[in-house]
């Protein structure tokens, strides 16, 4: 008998471990522990969503005639490892071995290969995750030699592999790769934004809500406006939902933000995909049938399709292939702590005000929100990787750290050195006003970047940008930005400068 253990984010019904085992020999394990739930102060929402769909995905391996052993959270047992509760089901039943699926986060993967075997007193067999469309052999392959690695040249690779919105003749539907550039429209109230699908709740979502409440109620977040589906059904739904309701409109909407609404156009997909009720496959073929029955349009199905199919399994592959270093990587040297406003929310920077509200009330802000107004400032105040990279993890249902950190350490603070992406998303103010309708709502001007009442936005931009003309001023993607600096008079420059200056001394007060 083999027993096999299923973690949080492998709610998949074609996950290895159970291609693997045998539901009349083996037994499966699934834990809530506590020391998951805690080793960063998850968003409620994200724990009560994960145990939820772990109880029901096992309710459905019982009815598929699955032996299952599971472990509910066990409040005086807070502190309990994941090890410790397999640990107690190998004494308990006795396993020729413990089969796992390749977890999704390098720290515990570690343990489970160097540290389980040994405590255990059996063998540990780890399956590679057949999940996703590249197998990590596959992408360090393609990586290897190469000094930069660049999402674009790697989706085009899997494009060609799997067929997506590609023609008969092995060209790219639409006769280019990318229509990004069709996807930058600013929102202005045409048309209407579908609501979301709504999700009657059972009694095991009551049961875990309530858990969730009573001890994990002080993380940071609202647990109060739960939504989420929890079951593969109701994902499901959640996807047949987006594809007709707000896929037609996804792609020239996807950068736009808009007070007071946190979801636009997005599919809301990613905390589904994320801890496995959705394959990435299945929603990647149905956003390609909707293109091809006009039910969306090209812009919008490749913009999303990019997301899933490009930048989650690039994403993937830079973790994987550099990690452990590179969650320590700190290229541009930022120190400074984060801002009390990332957890309180309270700033009269409308702007972050907007985000904070979305990721406290929702556990979910979409990627111009993460990248261009909370990670943004982040960079240009200098916050220290590490601190953010936990912040990002803490406070997203779909935060988990294979696809969380390679974004936030490469993609938003550039503590790569321009591993991940070639130059940083650094932005004034001015691309959060042209984007969206935030800046009429705020205490700042949008409008100036000197005065005591200048977006904070402006003036740290230029300082972000002035203290780092060495690492970025031989970037050739960059030497228009810099011609625009040299430009400016002396005096202005000193009076941006100083502008910026009062902003970092001050920052828990902006």
Excluded at 60 to 89: C, M
Excluded at 136 to 161: H, I, N, S, T, V
Excluded at 229 to 245: E, M, P, S, V
Excluded at 452 to 473: A, V
Aim: aromatic share 12%; hydrophobic share 40%.
């Amino acid at each position: 008998m083999r027993l096999g253990l299923i973690l949080g984010d492998q709610l998949s019904p074609t996950l290895a471990t159970l291609q693997q085992l045998d539901r009349k020999k083996d037994r499966l394990l699934l834990a809530e522990v506590g020391a998951e739930a805690t080793y960063v102060s998850h968003h409620p929402q994200k724990i009560a969503l994960i145990f939820s769909a772990m109880r029901h995905f096992a309710q459905w391996l019982e009815e598929q005639g699955w032996q299952l052993t599971y472990h509910r959270y066990d409040p005086d047992q807070a502190g309990e490892t994941l090890l410790q509760v397999t640990a107690a089901a190998v004494e308990r039943h006795g396993p020729d071995s413990v089969v796992v699926t390749h977890c999704g986060e390098y720290r515990l993967h570690h343990q489970i290969i160097s540290v389980w075997q040994n405590q255990l007193g059996c063998p540990v067999e780890v399956l590679a995750d057949t999940r996703f469309f590249a197998d990590l052999e596959q992408f360090r392959d393609w990586a290897q030699g190469r000094k930069q690695l660049r999402m674009e040249y790697f989706y085009r690779e899997l494009r060609q592999k799997t067929g997506l919105l590609m023609t008969a003749d092995g060209k790219p539907v639409g006769g280019q790769w990318n229509f990004d550039r069709d996807n930058r429209k600013a929102y202005q109230g045409e048309p209407a934004i579908p609501a979301l699908p709504a999700f009657k709740q059972d009694d095991i979502d009551k049961a875990v809500l309530a858990l969730v409440a009573e001890h994990f109620g002080h993380h940071p977040g609202h647990l109060e406006s739960f939504a989420w589906g929890t079951t593969r059904r109701q994902a499901l739904y959640a996807l047949d939902h987006f594809i007709k309701h707000r896929l037609p409109h996804f792609g020239d909407f996807q950068d736009a933000m808009v007070q007071d609404e946190h979801q636009l156009f997005h599919s809301l997909l990613s905390p589904y995909l994320n801890c496995g009720l959705l394959l990435p496959r299945e929603v990647c073929e149905r956003a390609q049938q909707a293109c091809r029955d006009d039910l969306a349009p090209l812009n919008a199905v490749e913009g999303f399709i990019r997301q899933i199919l490009g930048w989650r399994e690039y994403v993937r592959g830079i973790y994987w292939l550099q990690m452990p270093a590179y969650a320590k990587l700190n290229e541009l040297g930022n120190q400074r702590p984060l801002p009390a406003f990332y957890y309180s929310g309270e700033t009269r920077m409308n702007c972050m005000a907007q985000c904070f509200k979305n990721t406290f009330d929702h556990a979910y802000a979409h990627h111009i929100q993460r990248l261009m107004v909370t990670g943004n400032f982040a960079l240009l105040a200098g916050i220290a990787p590490e601190a953010i990279c936990q912040w990002y993890l803490e406070v997203y249902a779909d935060a988990y750290e294979w696809v969380e950190l390679p974004n936030t350490l490469g993609m938003v603070m550039h503590a790569d050195g321009g591993y991940l992406g070639s130059k940083p998303y650094a932005a004034s103010g001015n691309y959060i006003h042209k984007m969206s309708d935030y800046c009429g709502h705020c205490h700042y001007s949008v409008k100036t970047s000197t005065e005591q009442d200048s977006c904070p936005f402006n003036s740290l931009y230029w300082h972000f940008l002035h203290r780092h003309r060495e690492q970025f001023s031989g970037n050739h993607r960059m030497n228009m930005i810099y011609g625009g600096w040299r430009r400016m008079t002396e005096d202005k420059q000193h009076r941006i400068l100083a502008r910026a200056e009062d902003c970092l001394a001050q920052l828990d007060e902006l």
